[in-house]
């Protein structure tokens, strides 16, 4: 019972509520998180739209056949070239074994390429970033020409930090230490573990 000032006694289970409060032995609401939460859907399709954003115009399907063609033709040519060297064998790899096995993975891309052809829009039309990867082509085979009269320490130093520095635009000290870092592991693995007759310095 409410007293004639609108006070409250002992007892009491009515009256007003404050402004903001639950009423007593409501059930609590849970509250709406904010307007700007985290959104997985919509965080997705907010990366997608900014891969696209900029990206070049697709290609087409027949883009995609040329393109998934010229792999499929790469591949068979690195096979044919990996064959004339010594494949040797699983036990004793020689200088042709990994150039055989990257080429067969290449061709089996390819042709997965052929496969999806009609049904991506990944390849891009030729455009002025395209000169980027002429420029890394272009530096590859230089690295391919230079390798076997310096070794490959150097030439895969120099080709590292070219695709990182000035290709991929990455600082100078993530580009040099990267550069150390491929050329260590690779003659870990193939030279030290491996016994690859590469050429090599040391």
Known sequence: MSSPSGAHGPGDTG?????????????????????????????????????????????????????????????VAAVTGSLGLDVGSAAAPAAGTWPLLVSAVVVVLGVALLAVARRTDDAERFTATSWLVLAGLATMVVFVLVLPVIGFEIPAALLTLTWLRFLGHEGWRTSIVTSLAVVVAFYLVFVAALSVPIPHLF
């Open 15 to 75: 009256g007003r509520t404050a402004a903001g409060a639950s009423p007593a032995g409501a059930r609590p609401v849970p509250a709406e998180g904010p307007p700007g939460g985290f959104d997985l859907e919509e965080a997705v399709h907010r990366v997608q739209a900014e891969e696209h954003e900029g990206r070049p115009p697709a290609t087409g399907t027949l883009g995609n056949l040329v393109v998934a063609a010229a792999v499929v033709l790469l591949g």
